[in-house]
């Protein structure tokens, strides 16, 4: 088959996705009722006073020492008689923390920033120097200063020849920095380029890729095993100019390449990796609505760069993508549509799922030319994105969006687990329910066959008693008068034993050696009748396993009425070392106590739990075992391993008490990737692969997330540290 009867045939496949894509999400308009969509938050239109011509080029997040979003940083451009590098933060609000401009005598250009492991941020774009563009890397502070070597010489780098050379996308990597842009001044004429640098911006290599048309790199980012760029060719592809994908090694080899377009002209503005792939961004004019004109484009890919899908978004007149990224659920996309919106051109935000199928989209400017060029998602689950909107001048735009939905019901929370004895009334505690709405809510609760439904009540809180032992769950039913929320909780209802501890049992008579309880159950069960291999202190440590002390070979053996009140105790003995850590003189510990009794009604034979506390004391000086327990919490969150990880993080860390212990991952820009919940952790080292914590390298939602910079914060108990780490795959 010809190259044009296989450009013709790809032609006509395409032509049959975009209209079967139109009709699903006609049928998913149709039926999803309580689909969101975007609503402007705040929108800040600033122009800094120094000229009439500036524009945001890139946007991303901010952090504050805690590594928590604070703010947002942009780059682009400002122009007076000449233009600028521009730098501007914010803060959540959008309103200005700083504002500054770099740049000579020529006209300089921010057109990428990025975040940096030692807090500040890493810009590229272009500089005239020698009347010609050369690239510029441009390295800042987190309180936007331009930073300087031991030698007061800024961290200004230029790159270029005689030709015009411009940097259109930089990354921070393992070991450097990584640029993409073009170059005319080396190569076949316009070609892509390719430098990579080390930490201090000294060109390390440098790259070409092109034929004898224009070609460029327009987005870079680290893999796995090298780098992923994204651009457009007219040396090479199916005619005019197409998206072009190379993947090379470390040492920018090239791996692969791939081009994807029609006869019209297609390009490849934005790259970056998703789980199972790469996600770019573009536009077409080959295929789509726009005939003549162009759609934006997003095209997903396998990891060798085949296409797996692709969709394309516009109307009958010019329409583009500038950027894209994964958010929560989906992709965010950056561009601007003539197709839409208020006239002349308006800034673009569309959110689909991860299937490419659009959720919503969102225009933003007057009747002037205004263009969308970078979106990213928030830490607060919403998106900002920046651009530029033409007034009586061009003025560089940060506006937040967010999502609003119909109504949802509410939410039940009813906690627990729950435990308690019997004949002792349990509280139970729904306080956590909450409505999306913020509307007032009543609840009940389903405790038994016997009681049903409790009547609907204003309190969260309600109190309720088993008269005998008893497991399983209840329920909790929540209204906001219209839309209800259900829930259940654990429970376990228990005999109430009283446990004795030997006051000698860690004084220095003993040696340290033992803990010697004595168990005393209600009259109407027998001691004698106690399950020795269910017994257990602090949920794990069994009884010593010698007849003599726990397991009695004669059921009479060591019971006995130690506190004269006509009810005996059975007696066991513990390991002092497995019970408690190291306590001094005058230190006590509480601790608990669980087993089983048989027993036998009138209708049947049963196990029932029960259970006790008791405090054990030193009233001499006794045998050191392990760390203080006396409330004073040891805990030290340790470095993660292996690193740089690829992609799987172990993190190590130690305990000093028993305490509740919770993970947060989040990325560089502040998004909160995955929580582990790690529950109630006993105390000790957590150290090796069997027993640290482990993340596997994906989201929330089972995605694998990309090369870069991440943080985790480990809470345990009231302790909160934070600590840093690198992916590469």
């Given at each position: 088959?010809?190259?044009?009867?296989?450009?013709?045939?790809?032609?006509?496949?395409?032509?049959?996705?975009?209209?079967?894509?139109?009709?699903?999400?006609?049928?998913?308009?149709?039926?999803?009722?309580?689909?969101?969509?975007?609503?402007?938050?705040?929108?800040?239109?600033?122009?800094?006073?120094?000229?009439?011509?500036?524009y945001?080029m890139?946007?991303?997040?901010?952090?504050?020492?805690?590594?928590?979003?604070?703010?947002?940083?942009?780059?682009g451009?400002?122009?007076?008689?000449?233009s600028?590098?521009?730098?501007?933060r914010?803060?959540?609000?959008g309103?200005?923390?700083?504002?500054y401009?770099?740049?000579?005598?020529?006209?300089?250009?921010?057109?990428?920033?990025?975040?940096?492991?030692?807090?500040?941020?890493?810009?590229?774009?272009?500089?005239?120097?020698?009347?010609?563009?050369?690239?510029?890397?441009?390295?800042?502070?987190?309180?936007?200063?331009?930073?300087?070597?031991?030698?007061?010489?800024?961290?200004?780098?230029?790159?270029?020849?005689?030709?015009?050379?411009?940097?259109?996308?930089v990354?921070?990597?393992?070991?450097?920095?990584?640029?993409?842009?073009?170059?005319?001044?080396?190569?076949?004429?316009?070609?892509?380029?390719?430098?990579?640098?080390?930490?201090?911006?000294?060109?390390?290599?440098?790259?070409?890729?092109?034929?004898?048309?224009?070609?460029?790199?327009?987005?870079?980012?680290?893999?796995?095993?090298g780098?992923?760029?994204?651009?457009?060719?007219?040396?090479f592809?199916?005619?005019?100019?197409?998206?072009?994908?190379?993947?090379?090694?470390?040492?920018?080899?090239e791996?692969?390449?791939?081009?994807?377009?029609?006869?019209?002209?297609?390009?490849?503005?934005?790259?970056?990796?998703?789980?199972?792939?790469?996600?770019?961004?573009?536009?077409?004019?080959?295929?789509?609505?726009?005939?003549?004109y162009?759609?934006?484009?997003l095209?997903?890919?396998n990891?060798?760069?085949?296409?797996?899908?692709?969709?394309?978004?516009?109307?009958?007149?010019?329409?583009?993508?500038?950027?894209?990224?994964?958010?929560?659920?989906?992709?965010?996309?950056?561009?601007?549509?003539?197709?839409?919106?208020?006239?002349?051109?308006?800034?673009?935000?569309?959110?689909?799922d991860?299937?490419?199928?659009?959720?919503?989209?969102?225009?933003?400017?007057g009747?002037?030319?205004?263009?969308?060029?970078?979106?990213?998602g928030?830490?607060?689950?919403?998106?900002?994105?920046?651009?530029?909107?033409?007034?009586?001048?061009?003025?560089?735009?940060i506006?937040?969006?967010?999502?609003?939905?119909?109504?949802?019901?509410p939410?039940?929370?009813a906690?627990?687990?729950?435990?308690?004895?019997?004949?002792?009334?349990?509280?139970?505690d729904?306080?956590?329910?909450?409505?999306?709405?913020?509307?007032?809510?009543?609840?009940?609760?389903?405790?038994?066959?016997?009681?049903?439904?409790?009547?609907?009540?204003?309190?969260?809180?309600?109190?309720?008693t088993?008269?005998?032992?008893?497991?399983g769950?209840?329920?909790?039913?929540?209204?906001?008068?219209?839309?209800?929320?259900?829930?259940?909780?654990?429970?376990?209802?228990?005999?109430?034993?009283?446990?004795?501890?030997?006051?000698?049992?860690?004084?220095?008579?003993?040696?340290?050696?033992?803990?010697?309880?004595?168990?005393?159950?209600?009259?109407?069960?027998?001691?004698?009748?106690?399950?020795?291999?269910?017994?257990?202190?602090?949920?794990?440590?069994?009884?010593?396993?010698d007849?003599?002390?726990?397991f009695?070979?004669?059921?009479?053996?060591?019971?006995?009425?130690?506190?004269?009140?006509?009810?005996?105790?059975?007696?066991f003995?513990?390991?002092?070392?497995?019970?408690?850590?190291?306590?001094?003189?005058?230190?006590?510990?509480?601790?608990?106590?669980?087993?089983?009794?048989?027993?036998?009604?009138?209708?049947?034979?049963?196990?029932?739990?029960?259970?006790?506390?008791?405090?054990?004391k030193?009233m001499?000086k006794?045998?050191?075992?392990?760390?203080?327990?006396?409330?004073?919490?040891?805990?030290?969150?340790?470095?993660?391993?292996?690193?740089?990880?690829?992609?799987?993080?172990?993190?190590?860390?130690?305990?000093?008490?028993?305490?509740?212990v919770?993970?947060?991952?989040?990325?560089?820009?502040?998004?909160?990737?995955?929580?582990?919940?790690?529950?109630?952790?006993?105390?000790?080292?957590?150290?090796?692969?069997?027993?640290?914590?482990?993340?596997?390298?994906?989201?929330?939602?089972?995605?694998?997330?990309?090369?870069?910079?991440?943080?985790?914060?480990?809470?345990a108990?009231?302790?909160?540290?934070?600590?840093?780490?690198?992916?590469?795959?």
């Amino acid at each position: 088959m010809s190259s044009y009867l296989i450009s013709k045939e790809m032609g006509k496949m395409r032509s049959k996705k975009i209209i079967l894509f139109a009709i699903a999400v006609s049928l998913i308009t149709s039926i999803a009722l309580a689909s969101p969509s975007p609503l402007i938050e705040w929108k800040k239109v600033l122009d800094g006073g120094f000229g009439k011509n500036d524009y945001f080029m890139s946007v991303q997040q901010t952090l504050n020492s805690e590594n928590i979003n604070d703010g947002y940083i942009m780059t682009g451009y400002k122009t007076l008689s000449n233009s600028d590098v521009w730098l501007f933060r914010t803060d959540l609000d959008g309103n200005t923390i700083f504002d500054y401009k770099f740049g000579g005598n020529g006209n300089d250009h921010g057109y990428s920033i990025a975040p940096t492991s030692d807090g500040g941020y890493i810009i590229t774009g272009d500089e005239t120097p020698n009347g010609s563009l050369d690239v510029c890397l441009i390295k800042i502070d987190s309180k936007g200063q331009l930073e300087k070597d031991s030698k007061g010489q800024p961290f200004n780098h230029t790159f270029g020849g005689s030709g015009n050379d411009r940097g259109w996308s930089v990354q921070q990597t393992s070991d450097g920095y990584i640029v993409a842009g073009y170059t005319s001044s080396f190569g076949n004429g316009y070609d892509a380029w390719l430098i990579k640098t080390d930490p201090k911006g000294n060109e390390i290599w440098d790259k070409t890729f092109g034929g004898t048309g224009n070609d460029s790199a327009s987005s870079v980012c680290q893999v796995s095993g090298g780098y992923l760029i994204a651009g457009y060719t007219s040396s090479f592809g199916n005619g005019n100019s197409d998206a072009w994908l190379i993947k090379t090694d470390l040492d920018g080899n090239e791996i692969w390449n791939r081009t994807f377009g029609g006869t019209g002209n297609d390009s490849a503005s934005s790259v970056c990796q998703v789980s199972g792939g790469y996600l770019i961004a573009g536009y077409t004019n080959s295929f789509g609505n726009g005939n003549w004109y162009s759609d934006a484009w997003l095209i997903k890919t396998n990891l060798e760069g085949n296409e797996l899908w692709d969709v394309t978004f516009g109307g009958a007149v010019n329409d583009s993508a500038s950027s894209v990224c994964q958010v929560s659920g989906g992709y965010l996309i950056a561009g601007n549509t003539t197709s839409f919106g208020n006239g002349n051109s308006d800034a673009w935000l569309i959110k689909t799922d991860l299937e490419g199928n659009k959720i919503w989209d969102l225009t933003y400017g007057g009747s002037g030319k205004d263009q969308g060029y970078s979106a990213i998602g928030t830490a607060d689950g919403k998106y900002i994105l920046v651009g530029y909107i033409t007034n009586s001048g061009t003025d560089g735009f940060i506006i937040k969006v967010g999502e609003k939905e119909d109504a949802k019901p509410p939410i039940a929370e009813a906690g627990g687990p729950y435990s308690g004895n019997e004949g002792s009334p349990i509280s139970f505690d729904a306080s956590g329910s909450s409505d999306p709405d913020g509307k007032s809510l009543q609840y009940r609760w389903y405790f038994s066959d016997k009681d049903g439904w409790t009547d609907w009540s204003d309190s969260p809180t309600i109190s309720y008693t088993w008269l005998d032992d008893w497991e399983g769950t209840v329920k909790l039913e929540v209204s906001n008068g219209k839309l209800t929320g259900t829930d259940t909780a654990a429970v376990k209802v228990i005999i109430s034993a009283t446990i004795d501890i030997d006051p000698d049992t860690i004084n220095k008579k003993s040696g340290g050696q033992w803990v010697t309880v004595y168990i005393e159950l209600p009259a109407e069960y027998d001691v004698k009748n106690i399950d020795p291999k269910t017994v257990m202190i602090n949920d794990k440590v069994p009884p010593v396993m010698d007849p003599k002390y726990g397991f009695v070979s004669s059921e009479n053996d060591y019971i006995t009425d130690v506190d004269n009140d006509g009810i005996p105790e059975r007696m066991f003995k513990f390991n002092r070392s497995d019970v408690a850590s190291t306590l001094d003189t005058g230190d006590s510990v509480l601790v608990t106590l669980i087993g089983g009794v048989k027993y036998k009604n009138e209708f049947d034979s049963d196990l029932a739990d029960f259970g006790g506390t008791d405090t054990i004391k030193v009233m001499d000086k006794g045998k050191s075992i392990a760390t203080r327990v006396d409330g004073n919490i040891s805990f030290a969150a340790l470095s993660p391993y292996p690193q740089p990880c690829n992609p799987e993080v172990w993190i190590p860390y130690t305990l000093g008490q028993d305490v509740d212990v919770k993970i947060r991952i989040y990325n560089d820009r502040g998004q909160l990737i995955r929580i582990l919940n790690l529950g109630h952790q006993a105390a000790g080292l957590y150290l090796n692969r069997d027993k640290s914590a482990h993340w596997d390298g994906k989201n929330e939602s089972g995605e694998e997330v990309s090369s870069g910079i991440y943080f985790y914060i480990i809470r345990a108990g009231d302790f909160v540290t934070t600590k840093k780490f690198v992916i590469i795959r």
